[in-house]
């Protein structure tokens, strides 16, 4: 019989997955999806002692809501946020970005918390939220860096003993290959 933690990572990842799908087809319905997805994992990742995901659900949450305004925001006013590419200037900053973020994360999980996955929920915590943020603006590479954090997030996942989250980012993987492709069709047909 399943624990209650165990239904609702499940739950969680089911509402994860279905915001990913519609991302893919650049659906605002993602970002319901990714608020409820987030409430629910935060909860799970709290109990797992993986603090840093933990609170990156709450960063999640207000990036959700950004990203239903500006998308609703474009939608009212007749626009739609178009695909683009990232430019040399933003791919630097998101490195830049990105190592700072872990390392910080890094120092706070190393020096406040008993976790034992300090590096690996660093990294995809810190990337995870540069690549929620980087959705709201439609770059299509972005589908690049949700690759790279679904992989380290299986290993995260499976070791933490979160086999449901480590599917849904197996599944990610593929997903996120067939959203950049998408992405980058729609580039070319607007273009």
């Given at each position: 019989m399943m624990s209650h933690l165990q239904i609702i990572e499940i739950a969680g990842a089911a509402c994860s997955f279905l915001g990913v799908w519609f991302l893919r087809k650049q659906s605002i319905l993602y970002w319901p999806f990714n608020l409820v997805s987030s409430a629910l994992c935060m909860y799970v990742f709290?109990?797992?002692?993986?603090?840093?995901?933990?609170?990156?659900?709450?960063?999640?949450i207000a990036l959700c809501?950004?990203?239903?305004?500006?998308?609703?925001?474009h939608k009212k006013a007749g626009t739609?946020?178009?695909?683009?590419?990232?430019t040399q200037k933003v791919f630097i900053q998101?490195?830049?970005?990105?190592?700072t973020l872990t390392t910080v994360l890094y120092f706070i999980l190393s020096k406040f918390t008993n976790s034992d996955v300090v590096l690996?929920?660093?990294?995809?915590?810190?990337?995870?939220?540069?690549?929620?943020?980087?959705?709201t603006?439609?770059?299509?590479?972005?589908?690049?860096?949700w690759i790279v954090v679904d992989v380290l997030g299986i290993g995260l996942f499976i070791h933490t003993q979160l086999y449901s989250m480590a599917i849904l980012y197996f599944i990610f993987?593929?997903?996120?290959?067939?959203?950049?492709?998408?992405?980058k069709k729609s580039f070319k047909e607007k273009n």
């Open positions: 709290g109990q797992k002692g993986i603090y840093a995901q933990m609170s990156l659900q709450l960063i999640y809501i950004y990203g239903i305004v500006t998308w609703l925001k739609v946020v178009e695909v683009v590419h990232f998101i490195l830049l970005t990105g190592a690996l929920d660093s990294i995809t915590t810190a990337f995870s939220l540069i690549g929620t943020y980087l959705f603006k439609k770059y299509i590479e972005t589908w690049l860096i993987i593929g997903t996120a290959t067939q959203g950049y492709f998408l992405w």
